[in-house]
Every structure is written in structure tokens, then in C-alpha cells.
DNA sequence: TTTTGATCATCC
DNA sequence: GGATGATCAAAA
């Protein structure tokens, strides 16, 4: 694929780490690096690459959106932007054996995937706990051990960075910017299902 | 500088 | 070994 579309194959993903998303992105024809919105804005799609080792199952959580820590309180689930990004994606799974160098790994075949009533329910609580905490000026004490499904963590090109965020009496702090992150079990699950694969080895 | 694409690398 | 916290690049 990175050969048909003109594209050097990196030696590792050291420095290159979203190259296999935008790669798959732009063979399918994605708006390359479009601005926000799904990728495929005529469908409502959003894809997704998806790491998975020998088994099918994830091999990394997924980065949903960066988390707007200001005005995170004022949000429902149903008008959050974790909902929107999710609403339909397509998974596309990719070999991620380490074994395997990057230019020989197999992409799986795609799965087109929206929430179940049951999946949004539950995602939809953890969102609303992990928003509750940062609104009520806890940001700095979360760590990604919180939400079963859902976790907040650290996103931005170093730990130096700042964004504003709440404190505990609505005052605005200087704080490290966070995303919402699928766990790999939510992601494993939505694997499984479609694909049906064995539930454990 | 922010957004979009994620994986790295260390800790437990 | 798996998860957490840290980090990297391209494009707008």
C-alpha cells in the first residue's frame, strides 16, 4: 500500500507514529489532515487503525479527542464530543507484531461500527464521572486508572505544555492537556464481537 | 500553536 | 506483560 501510494516505509514508528493511520487514511481517499470532523464527512465515518497482536486483540488504547477541561461540566454526554467522534468509525485493524517489520504487516479487513444502546450507556457514564471530577476542580488527581471503558489522559508533545482547566472553586489553572482514550478491553470487545474471535487464547 | 494521526518507554 | 504517563510528526 505505501508502495502503490508513493510513500517511504520507516524504518520503526519511533518517530513516525501516526504513519500508519494516515497511510490507511489516504488510501481510502480520507481529506487528508482535514480540520475537525470525520474523516469521511459524506458518511459520518471516522477511521480508526487499530494496533492488534497475534490474537486480535488490541495492543493499544485509542485516542478519541482532546478533552475540553473548561467547560466540561457545562456538556451532556449526548452534546460531548466523545460521542460525536464515536457515532460510526471504521476499525481498521493493523498487524502490530514487533517481529514484523513495519513494511510487511497486514491490514485486516475493516469493521463499520456504531454504539450499542448498551455501549453508549456505558460509555456514557464514564464520561460523565470523568467530567465531573475535572469540573469540579480535580484534573490535577485524575489518572488514567479512572473509567471502566473511558479514561483521561495526558495528550500533548511534551509535559511542559499548559491549557487552562477549572480548579476546585471555577477559578481557571495552568494544566497539562488531556484526551479521552478507549481502553483496550472496550476496544477488544468490539473486535470480538465482529470478528469472533476466541476470548482468550 | 492546535488538531489529527497515534506509539513509545517506563513503571508496576 | 499490560497499562500509564510521555512523547513524536505532519498539516493547517
Redesign the pocket.
Known amino acids: 500500500m505505501a508502495e502503490r501510494l508513493g510513500r517511504p516505509v520507516p524504518p520503526?514508528?519511533?518517530?513516525?507514529?501516526?504513519?500508519?493511520?494516515?497511510l490507511?487514511?489516504a488510501a481510502l481517499g480520507?481529506e487528508?489532515?482535514?480540520?475537525?470532523?470525520?474523516?469521511f464527512p459524506h458518511l459520518g465515518v471516522?477511521?480508526?487503525?487499530?494496533?492488534v497482536?497475534a490474537r486480535g486483540?488490541?495492543?493499544?488504547?485509542?485516542?478519541v479527542?482532546?478533552a475540553p477541561l473548561t467547560v466540561l461540566g457545562q456538556l451532556t454526554w449526548a452534546e460531548s464530543p466523545v460521542r460525536a467522534?464515536l457515532a460510526r468509525v471504521l476499525w481498521?485493524p493493523?498487524q502490530?507484531d514487533?517481529e514484523v517489520p513495519l513494511g510487511e504487516r497486514r491490514l485486516g479487513s475493516p469493521c463499520l461500527w456504531s454504539p450499542s444502546p448498551e455501549e453508549d450507556a456505558a460509555l456514557g457514564a464514564d464520561w460523565r464521572e470523568l467530567s465531573g471530577l475535572v469540573a469540579d476542580g480535580y484534573v490535577e488527581t485524575?489518572?488514567?486508572?479512572r473509567g471502566q471503558w473511558l479514561?483521561i489522559?495526558?495528550?500533548?508533545?511534551?509535559?511542559?505544555?499548559r491549557?487552562w482547566a477549572p480548579d476546585d472553586e471555577g477559578d481557571p489553572i495552568r494544566t497539562?492537556?488531556r484526551?479521552f482514550?478507549l481502553?483496550?478491553?472496550f476496544t477488544a470487545r468490539i473486535l470480538a464481537a465482529h470478528y469472533r474471535l476466541p476470548s482468550s487464547g
Open positions: 520503526d514508528q519511533r518517530r513516525h507514529k501516526g504513519w500508519v493511520g494516515q490507511v487514511e480520507g487528508a489532515g482535514s480540520a475537525a470532523g470525520p474523516d471516522e477511521l480508526k487503525t487499530i494496533p497482536d486483540a488490541p495492543r493499544e488504547t485509542t485516542f479527542c482532546a467522534k481498521v493493523v502490530a514487533p485524575i489518572t488514567a486508572h479514561q489522559r495526558p495528550k500533548a508533545a511534551h509535559a511542559r505544555i491549557t497539562l492537556p484526551g482514550y481502553r483496550t478491553r
